[in-house]
């Protein structure tokens, strides 16, 4: 079984940058995708990057692309999601999670395909 811990969040003006940190422990074999999705309150969860840790592969929503960068520490099993110039509307609960299912570019962000979650850790921007 898979777990994940976030961590890294944290309070930051607005132009700044954070970067958050998923170790992963337990068999990830097979939980190959690793993703990071935010909620901000009163909205739904979104996914905003992912990465395939076989071949570091990676995909982004518009929303964060060109700000945002996934990455990966194979040795520390540890996922990072390097944020820069952050804005108030990156504020938000952010959450790792990892999968093993088939995705696809439509179904990548779908939340019903992530089988496995952190418990979240996060962040506020101030304008």
């Known amino acids: 079984q898979v777990q994940l811990v976030e961590s890294g969040g944290g309070s930051v003006e607005a132009g700044g940058s954070l970067r958050l940190s998923c170790a992963a422990s337990?068999?990830?074999?097979?939980?190959?995708?690793r993703g990071w999705f935010r909620q901000a309150p009163g909205k739904e969860r979104e996914g905003i990057a992912l990465?395939?840790?076989?071949?570091?592969?990676?995909g982004y929503a518009d929303s964060v692309k060109g700000r945002f960068t996934i990455s990966q520490d194979n040795a520390r099993n540890t996922v990072y999601l390097e944020m820069n110039s952050l804005n108030s509307e990156d504020t938000a609960m952010y959450y790792c999670?990892?999968?093993?299912?088939?995705?696809?570019?439509?179904?990548?962000?779908?939340?019903?395909?992530?089988?496995?979650w952190g418990q979240g850790t996060q962040v506020t921007v101030s304008s």
């Open positions: 999670a990892s999968t093993g299912a088939r995705l696809t570019f439509s179904t990548r962000f779908s939340i019903r395909y992530w089988n496995t």
């Open positions: 337990g068999d990830t074999r097979s939980n190959f995708y």
């Open positions: 990465i395939d840790t076989r071949d570091s592969g990676t």
